[in-house]
């Protein structure tokens, strides 16, 4: 293995921003990490370290002065199976949307809402991925993670990951402290379809669908996202730049008399989840582009890069976005993205 100087980020990064990394490497297992943690030390690498996998989160806003570790550990093994699941693994460094279709085409039920969502499976935990009324953790059986400061693996179950929307412990309180190199997935034998989300049913409709199945649903979800997200090998882009913000009922009645056209979900837990794509549009964002920075004309939750924006210009285009929704409707917007 090798560790690279100064190279750019720029094909790394879904955003496809031009940023250097100070060190870069590639492991393809955990004796690869190890060595190049040792070699880290051995040539004085200051600075920190930083996992990386499609890099389709993350918003480089400068350059990164430390080690990157690109995870590209691969195998997909089947563990064992019993009456209702069958327990999968995978390496962090297989393709999110690959792994979904081998899943599919064994009949495997469980991930096909989460077609098409860019990255690799270990990053899925990080912000618990979820699309069209599923997330990661409903089919989330445990995961092994290599810790950079006691250079051990250690094994996580779901209740050790305290997942959340778009969250989980390696995102908050163990943030760069693990490299997650595997993760265990406990898939349904006999789907249980999860069609609630709207646009599901519709699309199903319109693919003329007579009898349900998980194929069916993950080609609705891939026909959906096509039609609204940009793609980043066209637009650069992470995804949804900013989570969908939850207020209390009575905060959301006070709004929807202000504001009567505004969406809302309800939460399990008594509060109500607004669309932060909505406010956005609201505050005539839709569409917006400086430079090479945008948003995007589709989907005013996800900021672009038409070409040579610099992370910085695409920070500053959310902040902006974020003062202008905080001034209209008193909600403040956090960013999905990582930003570095
Ligand atoms: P990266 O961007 O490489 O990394 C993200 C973060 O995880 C970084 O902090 C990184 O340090 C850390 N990390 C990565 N791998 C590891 C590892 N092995 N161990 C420890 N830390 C690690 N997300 C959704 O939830 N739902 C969606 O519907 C969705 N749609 C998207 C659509 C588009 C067009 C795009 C571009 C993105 C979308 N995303 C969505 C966001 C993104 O796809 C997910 O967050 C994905 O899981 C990121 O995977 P990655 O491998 O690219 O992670
Ligand atoms: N909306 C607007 N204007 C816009 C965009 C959205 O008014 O420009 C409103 C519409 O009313 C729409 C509602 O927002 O009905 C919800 O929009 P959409 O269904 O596109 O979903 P979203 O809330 O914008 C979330 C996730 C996506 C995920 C989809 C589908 C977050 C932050 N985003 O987007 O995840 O794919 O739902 O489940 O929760 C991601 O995390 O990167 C991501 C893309």
Request: net charge neutral; with cysteine.
């Amino acid at each position: 293995m090798q560790i690279q100087e100064n190279i750019s980020f720029r094909r790394y990064n879904t955003f496809g921003i031009d940023a250097k990394a100070r060190y870069f490497s590639v492991f393809k297992d955990i004796d690869e990490l190890e060595e190049l943690i040792g070699q880290g030390t051995r040539i004085k690498i200051q600075g920190t370290r930083l996992v990386l996998g499609g890099g389709s989160n993350i918003l480089f806003t400068k350059d990164y002065d430390g080690l990157v570790l690109k995870n590209e550990i691969t195998g997909i093994d089947e563990l064992h199976e019993d009456n209702e699941y069958v327990y999968v693994k995978a390496g962090a460094g297989e393709n999110w949307h690959q792994f979904v279709l081998y899943c599919i085409s064994r009949n495997w039920a469980g991930v096909e809402n989460l077609s098409l969502i860019p990255g690799n499976v270990g990053a899925s935990p990080m912000q618990n991925i979820g699309a069209y009324g599923v997330e990661l953790q409903e089919v989330f059986y445990s995961l092994e993670a290599f810790s950079l400061q006691e250079k051990k693996v250690f094994s996580f179950s779901r209740n050790d990951c305290e997942f959340g929307y778009r969250n989980s412990i390696f995102k908050e309180r163990y943030k760069d402290q693990f490299v997650i190199t595997s993760v265990i997935f406990r898939l349904k034998k006999k789907p249980g379809f999860h069609t609630n989300y709207g646009a599901i049913n519709e699309e199903l409709e319109k693919m003329g669908v007579k009898e349900l199945s998980i194929q069916a649903i993950s080609q609705a979800v891939i026909n959906i996202r096509s039609s609204k997200l940009p793609d980043p090998k066209e637009i650069g882009n992470a995804g949804s730049f900013f989570k969908n913000p939850s207020v209390s009922k009575d905060r959301f009645e006070e709004l929807k008399t202000k504001f009567p056209a505004i969406v809302g979900y309800n939460n399990s837990d008594g509060t109500i989840k607004l669309a932060a794509g909505w406010l956005i549009e609201q505050c005539g964002w839709k569409g917006y582009r400086s430079g090479d920075a945008g948003c995007h004309a589709k989907q005013a939750l996800v900021l672009v890069n038409y070409g040579n924006a610099t992370g910085q210009q695409v920070y500053d285009l959310s902040e902006k976005i974020l003062s202008s929704v905080q001034e209209k409707f008193g909600v403040r917007l956090e960013r999905e993205v990582n930003i570095i």
